[in-house]
């Protein structure tokens, strides 16, 4: 399938997805979040797809925001339109994707940009890369999952701050607060990226499924009796078993 907004290269059991609009710094508009998620189910019902690596075109930015002309005179229910069809067709579609999806946050990651980020399962991010919320700038909040991603990465306090005081984080301390896992000089963000993604690639994708299910329970009463439950599915499973044959056999598993 042909894309207008974003492009889709496969290398071996990696996908990487590409927002390409430089020219707005990657903002999203509707089309992009379509073009997204339409390619992300393309990708996970892709047998040969293992993960799945999300960043932006260019050096300056992963996403600037979300496209402010296109909702600039909407009213009360038509936003709630525009924040309930992106959290349902694109970022929670993410969160739960049955593949890990890894953000390489190559620049600004602002408003939606950011919350597209919280929504990946892993990010890495450049040293340029400056993140933030400034919906309260406009009046506004996060509308894509922004208040309710953020404090279960960094903390209630710290989320607070961030989205009060409408502030940018640069990359260090965004690591230091646990909104993304490492930083690297832009020049080798997506090669370290990719480094992540075949070592998680090589890894049982039945097990991984199960994993991304369970983590996204962590914070709810059902947490611990799923992870029980996939714990025994995994015994019927052919990766199960070509795990443990493998390594009583001494030898790398092929899953």
Not at 205 to 213: D, E, L, Y
């Amino acid at each position: 399938m042909s894309y207008e907004n974003i492009l889709l290269k496969k290398e071996d059991k990696l996908s990487i997805i590409t927002i390409n609009r430089p020219e707005s710094l990657n903002a999203l508009n509707a089309k992009t979040i379509q073009e997204i998620s339409t390619a992300l189910d393309e990708l996970d019902s892709d047998p040969s797809c293992r993960v799945i690596i999300l960043t932006g075109s260019g050096e300056k930015s992963f996403v600037a925001g979300a496209d402010i002309k296109e909702f600039s005179d909407f009213g009360q229910e038509k936003a709630e339109e525009l924040a309930r069809n992106g959290q349902n067709t694109l970022f929670n579609k993410i969160e739960n994707l049955s593949k890990p999806v890894i953000a390489a946050v190559n620049g600004f990651a602002l408003g939606g940009g950011l919350e597209l980020a919280m929504a990946c399962h892993i990010r890495y991010a450049s040293e340029n890369a400056r993140l933030g919320l400034p919906e309260v700038t406009l009046g506004l909040i996060p509308g894509y999952g922004g208040t309710q991603r953020l404090p279960k990465l960094v903390g209630k306090g710290i989320a607070n701050e961030m989205i009060f005081s409408a502030k940018m984080v640069p990359a260090q301390k965004a690591k230091e607060i646990g909104l993304v896992n490492e930083v690297y000089p832009i020049e080798e963000l997506l090669t370290k990226t990719k480094e992540l993604a075949n070592t998680i690639a090589h890894n049982s994708p039945m097990a991984i499924s199960k994993a991304i299910n369970a983590v996204n329970l962590s914070d709810t009463e059902k947490g611990f009796e799923t992870e029980i439950k996939y714990f025994g599915e995994l015994f019927e499973m052919d990766d199960k078993k070509e795990g443990v044959t493998a390594f009583l056999e001494k030898r790398k598993p092929n899953f």
